[in-house]
Nanobody, 126 residues
Framework: QVQLVESGGGLVQAGGSLRLSCAAS????????MGWFRQAPGKEREFVAA????????YSSDSVKGRFTASRDNAKNTLYLQMNSLKPDDTAVYYC???????????????????WGQGTQVTVSS
């Protein structure tokens, strides 16, 4: 089992920045891919970014590319999402997730992730 706890969400003005954190505990594997997803009211859950366990590979959606960056600190078992130039359309609940299978080709597929955090709300005002 892997436990994930997100933090760092909040209210920010458009153009501002936030950094989300995701603390991981429990059983993890070197092949585990960590991902960030988000879900806005009335919309389906959407892939945001993914990072390989050792951080050598990252991948982000077109909607956040150049603005959001996923990183990790394995010594702290913590995943981060640095969000810059935030827009009102970025308003959503943000979730971190773990994919133990390590299938990088499926990093954007939510169904590939076995473990999820409880989510943290990000609200961007215009």
């Amino acid at each position: 089992q892997v436990q994930l706890v997100e933090s760092g969400g909040g209210l920010v003005q458009a153009g501002g920045s936030l950094r989300l954190s995701c603390a991981a505990s429990g059983r993890t594997f070197s092949s585990t891919i960590m991902g960030w997803f988000r879900q806005a009211p009335g919309k389906e859950r959407e892939f945001v970014a993914a990072i390989s366990w050792f951080g050598r590979s990252t991948y982000s959606s077109d909607s956040v590319k150049g603005r959001f960056t996923a990183s990790r600190d394995n010594a702290k078992n913590t995943l981060y999402l640095q969000m810059n130039s935030l827009k009102p359309d970025d308003t959503a609940v943000y979730y971190c997730a773990a994919q133990p299978s390590g299938r990088w080709g499926s990093a954007a597929a939510s169904e590939e992730y076995a473990y999820w955090g409880q989510g943290t709300q990000v609200t961007v005002s215009s």
